[in-house]
T-cell receptor
Framework: GQNIDQPTEMTATEGAIVQINCTYQTSGFNGLFWYQQHAGEAPTFLSYNVLDGLEEKGRFSSFLSRSKGYSYLLLKELQMKDSASYLCAVRGSLYGGATNKLIFGTGTLLAVQP | DVKVTQSSRYLVKRTGEKVFLECVQDMDHENMFWYRQDPGLGLRLIYFSYDVKMKEKGDIPEGYSVSREKKERFSLILESASTNQTSMYLC???????????????????FGNGTRLTVT
C-alpha cells in the first residue's frame, strides 16, 4: 500500500527552529512537496524535492533522502504566523507521464508559542 | 498568480439532493483535481482530469462524478448527497508534467479556498 506518516502535532517557541518529519512508502517516487495550510484556508505550496539533499528557501528548508523514504521541513526563526498545518505530499508513479497526482499525509499542526 | 476559484464557500444540502460544486482556474492548466479533507484523514483524491473531457477516478470516487467540458472548469457532482459526504472539498489545478523538463517536474498543485459542504 501507499503510506505517508507525519507527527500529528508539534509545539515550538517563537524565534526557535523546528523540524517536521515525513516518512513515505509509495509505489514509485517522482517528487515530494511541502504545503502550509492555515486554519480555514487553502494549502499553499512551500517547497519541492526530487533529488537527495537540502533545498533552502529563506527561513524554510526541505530535505530529502530517497533511499530512506524520508523528508523533513525545517523552519527557522519561527514567527507566530507560522502556526499552521504542514502537509507532506508525494508524487508516486506517473500516470501516462503527464498527470500530477499527489498523495498527502494527514498533516502536522504546528503551534508557535510566545 | 494562479487563481483557482470555487463557486461556494459554504453549502448546506439535504440528504438525497443532487449537488454541484464548481471550480474554475485561470492559468490554462491541463490538470485539475478534486480532494476532500477530513480531520485525521488528510486530503483524499476523489477524481482528477488531465485534459478536457478526460477524467480518472482517484482513491475515493464512490458517490461522486465529475465533468470537464472546458479546460478552465472542473465540476464535482454528488448524485444523491449523503451525510457521510459532509466535508471540506478542495479543487486544485496544475501544469501537465509534459510541459516541464524531465529533471524537474516541479509542478505544484494550486488550490482553491474550498467549499465546506454540510449534508443534513
Amino acid at each position: 500500500g501507499q503510506n505517508i506518516d507525519q507527527p500529528t502535532e508539534m509545539t515550538a517557541t517563537e524565534g526557535a527552529i523546528v523540524q517536521i518529519n515525513c516518512t513515505y512508502q509509495t509505489s514509485g517516487f517522482n517528487g515530494l512537496f511541502w504545503y502550509q495550510q492555515h486554519a480555514g484556508e487553502a494549502p499553499t505550496f512551500l517547497s519541492y524535492n526530487v533529488l537527495d539533499g537540502l533545498e533552502e528557501k529563506g527561513r524554510f528548508s526541505s530535505f530529502l533522502s530517497r533511499s530512506k523514504g524520508y523528508s523533513y521541513l525545517l523552519l527557522k526563526e519561527l514567527q507566530m504566523k507560522d502556526s499552521a498545518s504542514y502537509l507532506c505530499a508525494v508524487r508516486g508513479s506517473l500516470y501516462g507521464g503527464a498527470t500530477n497526482k499527489l498523495i498527502f499525509g494527514t498533516g502536522t499542526l504546528l503551534a508557535v508559542q510566545p | 498568480d494562479v487563481k483557482v476559484t470555487q463557486s461556494s464557500r459554504y453549502l448546506v444540502k439535504r440528504t438525497g439532493e443532487k449537488v454541484f460544486l464548481e471550480c474554475v482556474q485561470d492559468m490554462d492548466h491541463e490538470n485539475m483535481f478534486w480532494y476532500r479533507q477530513d480531520p485525521g484523514l488528510g486530503l483524499r483524491l476523489i477524481y482528477f482530469s488531465y485534459d478536457v473531457k478526460m477524467k480518472e477516478k482517484g482513491d475515493i470516487p464512490e458517490g461522486y462524478s465529475v465533468s470537464r467540458e472546458k479546460k478552465e472548469r472542473f465540476s464535482l457532482i454528488l448524485e444523491s448527497a449523503s451525510t457521510n459526504q459532509t466535508s471540506m472539498y478542495l479543487c486544485a489545478s496544475s501544469l501537465s508534467l509534459l510541459a516541464l523538463a524531465q529533471d524537474s517536474y516541479n509542478s505544484p498543485l494550486h488550490f482553491g479556498n474550498g467549499t465546506r459542504l454540510t449534508v443534513t
